[in-house]
């Protein structure tokens, strides 16, 4: 029986791909590097960031160098646009349908607490989620180096005595997979966000999803 779902947030739960894609060029131009298209993007972006800067052609010298530069504009950018952002298709429902089947709901992101925090409120989807595990504080970016959203799920599994095939993770990136195969949970591959279709097929999902309300009959076969 699935006890909990545990939801990317960026991409999968929020709709904002083309923002980020928006604010990553502006990066790209303040250090002098030209603009990629969407599908270059969902090719090459992966966690650590430093991987995806990589995949796009740079060194690891030259991203150290700019990285103050990089993720100040990057998030400029971003906070000035992402209240424009929508919850992805079938969001709202599949999160009550988990919570009318007692399902706990959590956020396991790259992101921080406080931002989306501030997001689930503003699109009133705050009562739908149980826990938010992710960056304590706006500004802390521990994904840059390392992979870490990983662990803080692990860990709240292992506190609340769940099994690891009593859990979905569910994302829009091949990291989302990768975390479910390694510790053993179901997981959903969302299109449509950070990474394209071919990649997330490569890697396996036990479910490839276009919607999230996908997600609702995903519960019920398992269950």
């Known amino acids: 029986m699935i006890r909990l779902v545990a939801f990317d947030w960026n991409g999968t739960l929020l709709s904002d ?46 991203f150290k160098k700019h990285l103050l530069t990089i993720e100040d504009v990057f998030h400029s ?18 999160l009550k349908f988990l919570m009318q089947s007692n399902i706990v709901r959590v956020i396991y ?13 503003r699109l009133n989807i705050d009562n739908l989620i149980d826990h938010i595990l992710a960056n304590k504080k706006a500004g802390e970016n521990a994904q840059v180096f390392a992979r870490h959203k990983e662990h803080l799920l692990n860990d709240y599994i292992k506190q609340n005595k769940i099994k690891p095939k009593e859990v979905i993770s569910v994302g829009d990136t091949v990291e989302e ?19 394209t279709v071919s990649r997330l097929k490569r890697h396996r999902p036990d479910f490839l999803v276009h919607n999230l309300a996908e997600l609702k009959n995903i519960v019920k076969k398992i269950n």
């Open 177 to 195: 997979i990768e975390i479910g195969k390694a510790y053993g949970y179901h997981t959903v591959a969302l299109t449509g966000g950070y990474n």
């Open 109 to 121: 992101s790259n992101h921080n607490v406080p931002n989306i925090r501030r997001q689930l409120v």
């Open 17 to 62: 791909t083309a923002i980020t894609l928006r604010s990553e060029n502006a990066a790209l131009k303040a250090v002098g590097r030209k603009p990629i298209t969407l599908l270059e993007f969902q090719k090459a972006f992966d966690i650590p960031i430093i991987q995806y800067w990589q995949n796009l052609g740079m060194t690891k010298n030259f």
């Open 77 to 94: 950018i971003y906070e000035k646009n992402v209240n424009a952002a929508r919850t992805r298709s079938g969001a709202k429902g599949v």
